[in-house]
């Protein structure tokens, strides 16, 4: 069995940078699509950025897009989202998810593997 461990949230001010890790383990996740989700408080959990399979495709939310860029290390078996220029409405706990197949990436049901999820905090 899988399992996806998210690192590197935290509280940052407006304008800031953060990275987050999400490290693989128990299996390879190199034939998934890997994605971020984020969920904050009171709203419901929304999609913010994917990578396909092979690393070629990447897809983004239109709130983050230009400001956060999605990576992968098959060696690590990790995925990485790099957010910059981060506002107060980038306030939430973030997740990664693995996906097998060509189900849509935007949904969450889609997803096999969850992370528990990180805390990240954009302060004003």
């Known amino acids: 069995q899988g399992q996806l461990v998210e690192s590197g949230g935290g509280l940052v001010q407006a304008g800031g940078s953060l990275r987050l890790s999400c490290a693989g383990s128990?299996?390879?996740?190199?034939?998934?699509?890997m994605g971020w989700f984020r969920q904050a408080p009171g709203k419901e959990r929304e999609f913010v950025a994917r990578?396909?399979?092979?690393?070629?495709?990447?897809n983004y939310a239109d709130s983050v897009k230009g400001r956060f860029t999605i990576s992968r290390d098959y060696a690590k078996n990790t995925v990485y989202l790099q957010m910059n220029s981060l506002k107060p409405e980038d306030t939430a706990v973030y997740y990664c998810?693995?996906?097998?197949?060509?189900?849509?990436?935007?949904?969450?049901?889609?997803?096999?593997?969850w992370g528990q999820g990180t805390q990240v905090t954009v302060s004003s």
């Open positions: 998810a693995a996906k097998y197949g060509t189900a849509t990436y935007r949904q969450e049901y889609n997803y096999n593997y």
């Open positions: 128990g299996r390879t996740f190199s034939g998934y699509t």
């Open positions: 990578i396909s399979w092979d690393g070629v495709t990447t």
